[in-house]
Structure formats: structure tokens, C-alpha cells
Nanobody, 113 residues
């Protein structure tokens, strides 16, 4: 079942930007590592970005320099800022916690002209 609530998906042109958000219920997620996964059509799900409770971040090589993950524990929120989007970024994106114990519903991001 869905335990994290996502918003901010949609359609964007190549070179454009999107900002995704993920809301965690209550205060119990502050100690969890958070992440964003994506799954493109016909491909395996991959970790895009992750952030620890203290702030250190990691990114898959293909998005380094373009995507930024951030969090605000006081607000129980996680964001993914996506810049310079490419068609190959098209996928369903999932917010995760634990880092993979809890999942959002998944939201389509499509990069196309």
C-alpha cells in the first residue's frame, strides 16, 4: 500500500525542469534515508538519488550535475529538483524511505517535444 505521497510529475520539454515533492506522514521518517527511484518502460528500476537523515547525498551517474535531492525533516518533506531534462529521463519516479521499505505511488515524468 502507498505510504508516501508524491506530487509534481508531468510533461516537460527537453532542457526543461521539474520539481518533485514527497510527503511522509507523521514524524517517524526523520531517521530514515530517503530516495527517489525510477523505472523506464521495459527497464529495471534504478536508484536516482538518495539522501541520509544528516544530509549526504548520492546520485546515479546519468543525473549527476542535473538533479538535486533535498529534505526538510521538520516538514517531513523530500524534493527532487530535475534540471536539463533529457528524453532518457522519461520514467515513473517513486519516492522511497528506509531507503526501500516504504514507497510512494509512483508518478510519470515524460520528457518530450
Amino acid at each position: 500500500q502507498v505510504q508516501l505521497v508524491e506530487s509534481g510529475g508531468g510533461l516537460v520539454q527537453p532542457g526543461g525542469s521539474l520539481r518533485r515533492s514527497c510527503a511522509a506522514p507523521g514524524n517517524g521518517f526523520r531517521r530514515y534515508n530517503m530516495g527517489w527511484y525510477r523505472q523506464a518502460q521495459g527497464k529495471q528500476r534504478e536508484l536516482v538519488a538518495a539522501i541520509s537523515d544528516g544530509g549526504p547525498t548520492t546520485y546515479v551517474d546519468s543525473v549527476k550535475g542535473r538533479f538535486t535531492i533535498s529534505r526538510d525533516n521538520a516538514e517531513n518533506m523530500v524534493w527532487l529538483q530535475m534540471n536539463s531534462l533529457k528524453p532518457e529521463d522519461t520514467a515513473v519516479y517513486y519516492c522511497t524511505a528506509g531507503p526501500t521499505i516504504y514507497w510512494g505511488q509512483g508518478t510519470q515524468v515524460t520528457v518530450s517535444s
